[in-house]
């Protein structure tokens, strides 16, 4: 089974600071017939959803600001929040979907 | 509008059984496969089956295999997940999910239903 690492468990950053989580698979989510990583990162509010933030590792979807970006390649992901604003305290979770799913454990960001 | 909307949760006990819903509006259901996913109180996301677009191959975590049967009509644009044997740990908000055609990530969520397994 493919395990999922998230690093740190929960962070404390000032407002209009950068946030940065990490993630770890244990398996490769690079896909060499399309050379894309199958590694997606998802905001989740208490009493919502689960909100798709970022797909192939680094293109960010549809209507998602342009401070949360996502890097990595094979096996070691990172989310980055660069400036960090009241609305983005949240779970965040990365996903793994190269030939089955795979969750990290999630990172709680909160306002220091 | 795409939309999902669950139903069907509520409080069982061990044991028994419960069948989950989601409809599925503003897409051709048929072209995409579809998901659920759980929340355990205070733990994560936790992915439980998946189901192909024509319902031809359906797919398992190893925590529920054997006891929950995922299943699609497209002719009603529904999906379901028919629960049986159900345990504490089953307790958890179940969301229904839209894959990305041809990528998989969770592109759509419902808002979940909430299934208690408790005596």
């Known amino acids: 089974d493919i395990v999922m690492t998230q690093s740190p468990d929960s962070l404390a950053v000032s407002l209009g600071e950068r946030a940065t989580i990490n993630c770890k698979s244990s398996?490769?989510?690079?896909?060499?017939?399309?050379?894309?990583?199958?590694l997606a990162w998802y905001q989740h509010k208490p009493g919502q959803p689960p909100k798709l933030l970022i797909h192939s590792a680094s293109t960010r979807e549809f209507g998602v600001p342009g401070r949360f970006s996502g890097s990595g390649s094979g096996t070691d992901f990172t989310l980055t929040i660069s400036s960090l604003q009241a609305e983005d305290v949240a779970l965040y979770y990365c996903?793994?979907?190269?030939?089955?799913?795979?969750f990290g454990q999630g990172t709680k960001v909160e306002i220091k | 509008e795409v939309q999902l909307l669950e139903s069907g949760g509520g409080l069982v006990q061990p044991g028994g059984s419960l069948r989950v819903s989601c409809a599925a509006s503003g897409f051709t259901f048929s072209y995409y496969a579809m998901s659920w996913v759980r929340q355990s109180p205070g733990k994560g996301l936790e992915w439980v089956s998946a189901?192909?677009?024509?319902?031809?191959?359906?797919y398992y975590a190893d925590s529920v295999k054997g006891r929950f049967t995922i299943a699609r009509d497209n002719s009603k644009n529904t999906l379901l997940l028919q629960m049986n044997s159900l345990r504490a740990e089953d307790t958890a908000v179940y969301f229904c999910?839209?894959?990305?055609?041809?990528?998989?990530?969770?592109?759509?969520w419902g808002q979940g239903t909430t299934v208690t397994v408790s005596s």
């Open positions: 999910v839209r894959e990305a055609r041809g990528y998989s990530y969770a592109e759509v």
């Open positions: 398996q490769s989510a690079f896909n060499s017939g399309n050379n894309k990583n199958y």
């Open positions: 189901i192909s677009g024509s319902g031809d191959r359906t």
């Open positions: 996903q793994h979907y190269l030939d089955s799913w795979a």
